[in-house]
């Protein structure tokens, strides 16, 4: 009895066996690596168009060496995804390797195990058997405890079966999935191959472009000077602008004050009703100039509540607006830098270029009132928005769509960008607060 005990224990341990499962956190994360690739790869579809409207000018060009460094950005990124990729595909190898033979430990055990049990139940396979085994009992409490046992026995042994199947049948989908996961593991390297001879390739165009730009140095320099001179003429617009609106609502604001306090002493002195009161010259218009006065002398615009709330927005939004065109790559950032040429060469921009596709629809990336629309050489028609005391600058139109004291909303178009002459299409963007230029880069939003 006390064997047939430690049997009847030992199988029912065998059922308690566990197996290990895939974690899901680990989807998460492939699926994030998979969105990131998509949107890589969709990076590199539109730098490619960029850059194959730049070479299609025989001379080589700043914007071209611009296109080609973007590329190589992008062909980084595609790698270092599929080098994340192939790091999870390698994990999840190892983890289904290891499942695969923890899987055949627990099918080794069942095996052994239900073998057991076939050859103690053997010992009791007849009915004459079972039958002394039950008759055989000192009491009824234990003819009904044999009962069970036989009964719980036959059922172990059904289980036993079952989990036998069942674990069989896990194997071979883990099997299956290994191989699957082996094939991709095997496909990820060839294209990471495949993509680190394209960015061999683009490196040497690189430097094939710099070389044929080094050789232009004269040329270079004189289109800088005159760059140079097309953003000081903008920059000029710009201050000139942001004064005047500043002396305008300075004013406003200075009047509507001036004619509150001369109702206030209107309606006091016609409650004095005094002859002398009457009799003297009132200081309204002496005092409505000396507040437009001072009011002029302010370093940033007076707001009212509606421009208030609309710069509050505008300010909240810091981080989150919309990029001026639909597509395109910053191809040089905000401040000083060092020219992509020219050697001991330190050029500043007030704002930043953003290279993209011809034609392209530039929008409004936020809304506000159109300020000004102006043409500057070198910078051709030129866009400002207000937006409260912020201002948003849209340079290098070819075409506008909207006029002066328009208001425009977030993602209206109101030009397209222009093309030059070496086939860059850019459009430069800048943030001003009041008099203050701010980085671009810090309002923008991800694409």
Do not use: C
């Not at 409207?53 to 060496?65: M, R």
């Not at 036989?150 to 079952?162: G, L, P």
């Not at 194997?171 to 095997?186: A, F, I, V, W, Y």
């Not at 507040?291 to 989150?320: C, I, K, M, Y």
């Amino acid at each position: 009895m006390r064997g047939k005990s430690n049997g009847w224990g030992l199988a029912v341990g065998v059922l308690l066996l566990l197996s290990a499962e895939p974690a899901w956190a680990q989807r998460k994360t492939k699926a994030q690596l998979l969105r990131e690739r998509q949107a890589t790869l969709r990076r590199v579809q539109e730098t490619s168009r960029i850059l194959a409207q730049t070479q299609q000018q025989k001379q080589a060009s700043v914007g071209q060496l611009n296109a080609l460094k973007e590329k190589l950005t992008v062909q980084q990124g595609v790698i270092k995804n599929i080098s994340s990729e192939l790091r999870y595909i390698e994990t999840d190898v190892r983890q289904t390797e290891s499942q695969v033979q923890q899987t055949r430990q627990n099918l080794d055990q069942l095996k052994a195990e239900y073998a057991r049990l076939i050859y103690a139940g053997s010992k009791t396979a007849n009915g004459y058997n079972r039958l002394m085994f039950l008759f055989a009992s000192e009491s009824f409490n234990q003819f009904m405890l044999r009962l069970r046992y036989i009964r719980q026995y036959t059922e172990v042994r059904q289980a036993q079966a079952a989990q036998i199947t069942h674990t069989q049948q896990r194997l071979s989908t883990q099997l299956l999935g290994l191989k699957e996961k082996q094939e991709q593991k095997g496909s990820l390297l060839s294209n990471q191959i495949s993509e680190k001879k394209n960015l061999l390739t683009l490196k040497t165009q690189q430097d094939e472009v710099v070389v044929k730009l080094t050789q232009q140095e004269e040329t270079l320099r004189k289109e800088l000077a005159a760059r140079q001179q097309a953003i000081g003429r903008l920059d000029n617009l710009i201050a000139l602008r942001v004064r005047e609106e500043i002396a305008r609502a300075a004013r406003a604001a200075a009047r509507k004050a001036a004619a509150a306090n001369a109702a206030r002493s209107s309606t006091a002195a016609s409650a004095a009703r005094s002859p002398a009161a009457t009799s003297r010259t009132s200081p309204t218009a002496e005092a409505e100039a000396a507040a437009v006065s001072a009011a002029e002398r302010v370093d940033r615009v007076t707001l009212t509540p509606e421009t208030a709330e609309l710069a509050a927005s505008f300010h909240d939004n810091r981080g989150q607006l919309p990029w001026p065109v639909g597509r395109g790559f910053i191809s040089q950032r905000f401040g000083r830098h060092n020219h992509p040429v020219l050697k001991n060469v330190v050029v500043e921009n007030r704002g930043v270029d953003i290279q993209t596709s011809a034609g392209e629809a530039v929008r409004a990336v936020f809304s506000g009132k159109v300020l000004t629309v102006a043409s500057v050489p070198g910078m051709n028609t030129i866009v400002m928005v207000q937006h409260g005391d912020y201002f948003t600058v849209y340079a290098k139109l070819r075409s506008v769509s909207v006029s002066e004291g328009q208001t425009v909303q977030a993602r209206q178009p109101i030009g397209t960008v222009s093309t030059d002459a070496e086939g860059t299409s850019e459009v430069q963007f800048q943030v001003w607060h009041n008099s203050s230029n701010l980085n671009p880069e810090n309002w923008l939003g991800r694409k």
